[in-house]
């Protein structure tokens, strides 16, 4: 598994968590990373994104304000950090990763982790 993501798990709402994704078999560095999540029924939504150089960064109107993104090269590890979350907010969350030659702002990441499911509850 190239991508491996953790840090799910069932939170109240308001609450906070810290999901993970260990990235390897590429330099990490020439990949944008991404946060997308999906519910049962429903198409994956593009939630976060940051940049090979962790400069640009997006973020869905649907998280801004509650959710940042992050990456550190040195542990090959991207990051979302979750608060004030929402019962809205359960969904499998995945990682991804594209190559930098593309702009990390459109979806069309193309290496998939496993998911990591999150539970809100009202």
């Known amino acids: 598994v190239q991508l491996q993501a953790s840090g799910g798990g069932l939170v109240q709402a308001g609450g906070s968590l810290r999901l993970s994704c260990r990235a390897s078999?590429?330099?990490?560095?020439?990949?944008?990373m991404g946060w997308f999540r999906q519910t049962p029924g429903n198409e994956r939504e593009f939630v976060a994104a940051i940049s090979r150089n962790g400069v640009g960064i997006y973020l869905a109107d649907s998280v801004k304000g509650r959710f940042t993104i992050s990456r550190d090269s040195a542990k090959n590890t991207l990051y979302l950090q979750m608060n004030s979350l929402r019962p809205e907010d359960t969904a499998v969350y995945y990682c991804?990763?594209?190559?930098?030659?593309?702009?990390?702002?459109?979806?069309?990441?193309?290496?998939w982790g496993q998911g990591t499911l999150v539970t809100v509850s009202s």
């Open positions: 078999g590429r330099t990490f560095g020439n990949y944008h």
């Open positions: 991804a990763r594209k190559y930098y030659s593309g702009s990390y702002l459109t979806p069309d990441y193309n290496d």
